[in-house]
């Protein structure tokens, strides 16, 4: 076996994604524990994290939601399953597609 390999997943590392040109960043490998902590995070989040984006406070139907409460949550997600984290301009500049797939894995 690749010795890579087998120190990346002793270290919880999982595969590469590419969230914009030049910005990769490691996912953690979906343990037990992680999957855990991201569900009971995101578990009253109804809305897919591209939704979210950038919108204000507002009432739909007979629901006030919090949409930058949301994206927060989510972002704090990201950080939970990346290895490294996500930087305030790595998040700005990150792709809306591939960060609202980033948690399929440990939601699904």
Do not use: W
């Not at 010795?3 to 953690?28: F, Y």
């Not at 591209?50 to 939601?65: N, P, Q, T």
């Amino acid at each position: 076996m690749n010795v890579d390999l087998t120190l990346d997943q002793s270290l919880n590392i999982g595969p590469e994604v590419t969230l914009a040109e030049g910005l990769t960043k490691h996912v953690k490998i979906g343990s037990v524990k992680v999957i855990r902590e991201v569900r009971q995070k995101m578990k009253d989040i109804p809305y897919r994290f591209a939704f979210c984006v950038g919108r204000e406070k507002r009432k739909l139907g007979d629901e006030e939601v919090d949409f930058p409460a949301i994206e927060a949550s989510y972002r704090e997600a990201f950080g939970m399953v990346l290895v490294e984290g996500l930087t305030d301009e790595e998040y700005e500049n990150a792709n809306v597609q591939e960060l609202d797939t980033l948690l399929d894995r440990f939601l699904y």
